[in-house]
């Protein structure tokens, strides 16, 4: 895996495909959640892929000093496969949650972005108040048709454990930063356009974009350009 720096002002990416098939990029993000000690609180997974996906298992991990797992919705994401769609198995002793789900002969989740779960906890009553606590993807895969894993990066959550009696605040700005997706051919130069939603003033934006060296190249020459 190699990874590259980016500064951004508005910007696109160069890189050439080598001669296998291009890997998928799946991506899978746990919310933030809060709530006060002896509440549930509920947060959203949500998946975006840019290929075809036909099976996936992921482990969430949680403090169970603080956290109880209580319940899973499916998210539209898995629509049209078979029920039972995801699939929850729960160690609370160990603070583990095992996801799984399979298209069992439908059609794959195919270059799309939208919910794959609402998982809901409940906090002890017992919490401190102000503890932030991780909700963490341990582990996971992605399967392709012939059951090989897609290329996949995964984000875990905080949940923090607020004040009862404490005034609300009112909701931070959100800043979103997204690669686009592209369908090409080996030994092809692609562009990937990078585009940010924000809803505060942004000076300047740092980050990181990680890809197969086996199977992509980046031309430092043509890109990033501004």
Known sequence: MRAIS?????????????????????VVELADGSGDP???VTVNLDMTTHDDVYGLEL???YDQ????????????????WPPPRL???DDP????LLLQASAAGADPISFTSDLLAEISFDIASDATIGTETRVEISAYRFLDEAGGEWLSFVEGGTITVTDPDAEPL????????????????AGETFVLDVSLDNESSVG???????FDGDVMEYDAETGPTA
Do not use: K, Q
């Open 93 to 96: 002793t160990t603070g583990s």
């Open 65 to 80: 000093d603080v956290l109880a797992f209580s319940e899973l919705i499916d998210g539209d994401i898995l629509a049209d």
């Open 204 to 210: 300047l934006v740092l980050f990181d974009i990680m």
């Open 6 to 26: 980016v500064w951004l002002g508005a910007l696109c990416m160069t890189m050439t495909l080598g001669s296998r098939p291009a890997a998928a990029i799946t």
């Open 59 to 61: 482990t969430l991990t």
């Open 38 to 40: 002896g509440e549930r």
């Open 87 to 89: 699939v929850a198995v």
């Open 170 to 185: 009112p909701p931070l700005p959100t800043n979103r930063l997204s690669l686009g997706a592209v369908e090409t051919s």
